[in-house]
């Protein structure tokens, strides 16, 4: 199993589910949490989502981890912009163990 996920402070960045853009293991788990400093919301944009549509998914979380409100569980590509309520998102990444694909990639 390959590490991934973590704690993302920059202001602005990227990060990409595990090979991307080649396709990401079977079994992937992954955690990642943004944080804004002061009052500043995070903004959060996939430029690519290629997953198992049955079975394989990213979850967004409005709040320093998977216990806050879900934002939206996204299964394929369409152009998603999410926004947080306060200085957190987590975003969740699961596959299961079999057919994999591309992954995603995201900047905030």
């Known amino acids: 199993e390959e ?3 973590g704690n993302l402070t920059d ?5 990409f589910s ?5 396709n990401y293991p079977d079994y992937s788990q992954c955690t990642w ?7 500043r919301t995070v903004s ?5 989502v290629d997953l198992e549509k049955c079975c394989d998914y990213i979850r967004v979380y409005d709040g320093p981890s998977t ?5 939206d569980e996204i299964r ?15 975003v969740l ?3 299961d163990a079999s057919v994999t694909s591309r992954g995603f990639h995201a900047n905030w």
């Open 44 to 48: 959060l944009t996939f430029t690519d």
């Open 33 to 39: 949490t943004i944080h804004s400093t002061g009052n």
């Open 93 to 95: 990444f699961y596959s």
């Open 76 to 90: 394929e590509y369409r152009n998603q912009s999410l926004k947080s309520s306060n200085n957190d998102l987590t």
């Open 3 to 5: 590490s991934c996920g």
């Open 11 to 15: 202001s602005i960045g990227e990060f």
């Open 18 to 22: 595990p090979r991307y853009p080649n």
């Open 67 to 71: 216990l806050y409100p879900l934002r």
